[in-house]
């Protein structure tokens, strides 16, 4: 029987074995900016006392000595966000809110960059960002308790000192600043800008939610916000065009281990134009459908309809309809209604059939036997419809 | 015979002096900080150690802590206390000093032991108390303690401390 157990707790032991090393690896594997930090130009001051008494024993006065050590930048690649990819028209900006979040111990300067990755439909669209956006950062120099950042009110968290006392801001985190500490985001409602080897205060309120416990140099890191402004160029076609941006930030130094980029794809949506064709034999009242039969002589009333369907406006619009034959077309027939279908009657506006009036309507001048109506700009969506009646007769 | 007269003025000039002023010990101190850099010479690594006025999180800093007795009678019982800096954490066994009697604080400086004897109570979830040694990581000072520095005599102590 033991030479059967024996194989089996074998394996069992193994599994443990590989459990364990599992865990080891998960931990040695959490992100580094979990590591405590001390905030840039921090002072280390170690002071050192020595009391003594003479030969006699009588002690004497005790003497001490003090050195200073500055703690310096250590540049950190900052956290970019992803905003959602938008959709535009020829002629306006996309613009996109990015945030940036510091995670360096100390303020640095990030220089932006943005470029147009590649654009398909479309040519000569541009990006642009600032040039920079400078973000301030510190660390928490005494934990904070679980809650300590209480839901509502005011928090004060100890940081250490900068070399800038009285300046306003700690490491370049001021009065009103958005600032990061372990993923949570808080306002800054006050400073208490100290100097020397002495701890600052940063006072934040609460963001709705009471703060787990907060370990002595967690990083604290202002979050900033840029905007990215995409120009759509020219369409090259009746389709939509894309363009693909990309966005990064790195610090002035050039020192971040990497570079956080992003990248968005603006969609240029090309106008969508309908146009239906409709015919009354009630003098406009009614347009059914179907084949409506009529007699010689008798008047049909026509109504042309152009909608857009797409979300960018479409410019240029001419409505070309030549008379069909056995039709006259009656002068001073002809009216356009804006939005909904509408009958005969009730459209508003009359076109008269002469060029020069600066109602865009002719029959007959621009093209002969035909009725132009230069329309011009067609914005999207069925209330924007336009609507152009005119009458014939039968011969 | 010139060398003697010499030593012997000398040795009279310190009597008179004496004499004028009360015999007593002067204790100075003086603190050294360095960090290590590592420097390529002739394609070899070398590292060597230079004064740090700055210094980035994770960087060792070496103190050194000179002291002297510059006065004209032995000092005894003399005590150097270093609260670990702030932004800091000690690093294990670094602390040295010869002919000093090393210890730690964990409390702030309340009471100063040897390593080993310094130990916390926590209560356990049964509600049993467990003593555990400190581990150096909650040092928050050095102690050296020096018996006797004579007249004229100097000393090195030293210890390394991590940036956080």
């Known amino acids: 029987m033991k030479p059967r157990i024996s194989p089996r707790l074998t394996v069992s032991g193994r599994l443990f074995l590989g459990m364990l090393a599992l865990t080891v690896a998960v931990t040695l594997g959490s992100p580094p900016s979990a590591e405590a930090t001390t905030a840039a130009t921090a002072i280390i001051r170690n002071t050192a006392t020595v009391k003594y008494s003479n030969a006699a024993g009588v002690p004497q006065t005790d003497v001490t000595a003090t050195s200073d050590v500055k703690v310096t930048l250590v540049p950190a690649t900052p956290t970019l966000s992803s905003p959602i990819d938008q959709n535009t028209v020829v002629g306006t900006n996309a613009v996109y809110t990015y945030y940036l979040t510091s995670n360096a111990n100390g303020l640095d300067t990030y220089t932006l960059t943005s470029a147009v990755a590649s654009q398909t439909g479309i040519s000569g669209s541009t990006a642009s960002t600032p040039a920079s956006i400078s973000l301030g950062a510190s660390t928490v120099a005494i934990a904070i308790p679980a809650g300590g950042i209480a839901a509502g009110g005011t928090s004060v968290i100890t940081v250490p000192s900068d070399d800038t006392p009285g300046s306003g801001a700690i490491n370049g985190i001021a009065i009103g600043d958005t600032i990061v500490i372990l993923g949570q985001v808080y306002t800054v409602a006050n400073i208490a800008d100290n100097g020397g080897a002495t701890t600052s205060t940063i006072t934040v309120n609460g963001n709705g939610t009471a703060s787990g416990a907060i370990p002595a140099g967690t990083q604290i890191g202002e979050r900033g916000s840029f905007s990215l402004t995409v120009t759509p160029g020219t369409l090259g076609g009746a389709a939509d065009g894309f363009i693909d941006v990309n966005v990064s930030a790195r610090d002035a130094g050039s020192v971040q281990p990497s570079t956080p980029a992003d990248l968005t794809t603006t969609t240029v949506q090309a106008p969508r134009l309908t146009v239906t064709k409709e015919v009354s034999i009630d003098g406009g009242a009614t347009f059914p459908g179907g084949v409506p039969q009529a007699a010689p002589g008798a008047t049909l009333t026509y109504r042309i309809t152009v909608n857009n369907g797409g979300s960018s406006n479409a410019t240029s619009v001419v409505i070309t309809d030549p008379m069909t034959m056995f039709t006259t077309y009656q002068a001073g027939t002809a009216k356009r209604a804006t939005g909904g279908a509408t009958t005969y009657a009730a459209a508003p506006t009359a076109l008269t059939d002469t060029n020069g009036d600066g109602d865009g309507f002719d029959y007959n001048l621009t093209t002969t036997g035909t009725a132009t109506y230069i329309v011009g700009t067609v914005a999207p969506g069925a209330a924007n419809a336009v609507q152009l009646f005119f009458q014939v007769k039968i011969n | ?164």
């Open chain 2, 1 to 164: 015979m010139k060398q003697q007269v010499i030593k012997a003025a000398l040795t009279l000039t310190v009597i008179l002096t004496a004499s004028v002023a009360l015999a007593k010990p002067q204790v100075t101190i003086a603190i050294q900080t360095e960090k290590e850099v590592t420097t390529l010479q002739n394609g070899q690594k070398a590292t060597k150690r230079v004064a740090a006025t700055n210094a980035a999180p994770g960087e060792i800093l070496f103190y050194t802590l000179t002291y002297a007795n510059a006065g004209n009678e032995s000092a005894t019982s003399a005590v150097v206390d270093n609260p670990i800096p702030t932004g800091t954490v000690y690093l294990p066994g670094s602390a040295t000093g010869q002919g000093a009697d090393i210890s730690f604080s964990i409390d702030g400086g309340k009471t100063f032991k040897k390593p080993s004897l310094l130990t916390y109570e926590v209560k356990l979830p049964s509600g049993k108390l467990d003593q555990r040694v400190a581990s150096p990581e909650e040092y928050t000072h050095v102690r050296w303690t020096i018996t006797t520095i004579p007249a004229g005599g100097t000393g090195k102590l030293g210890f390394q401390v991590k940036v956080k």
